[in-house]
């Protein structure tokens, strides 16, 4: 499933309902952002990290206690100059 177009709240609510969880939504953002490799968009992908913390937001919304309406959104970070990850 892509969750590309969904917004904030249609995804908070599918969390809610227990319809697909932050896993499954962090497995597609980094799928696209596979796909994206050509364009150099990302300078830094860190799935390790993403993926631990979208197990915990899994957990949270399971248990009915979200951190806030944007536990488990994938964002990123857009910077206009360049950047070195060291």
């Known amino acids: 499933m892509s969750f590309k177009d969904w ?3 249609q995804l908070t609510r599918g969390y809610e309902a227990g319809q697909f969880s932050p896993l499954e939504v962090a497995a597609d953002a980094f799928s696209r952002a596979g ?3 050509e364009y150099n968009a990302f300078v830094y992908l860190d799935p390790e990290t993403a993926f631990a913390q979208a197990k915990e937001s899994e957990r949270r919304w399971v248990s009915g206690k979200p951190l806030s309406d944007i536990d488990g959104i994938p964002a990123t970070i857009k910077e206009i100059v360049s950047m070195e990850v060291v």
């Open 35 to 37: 796909e994206a490799a």
């Open 7 to 9: 917004t904030i709240p």
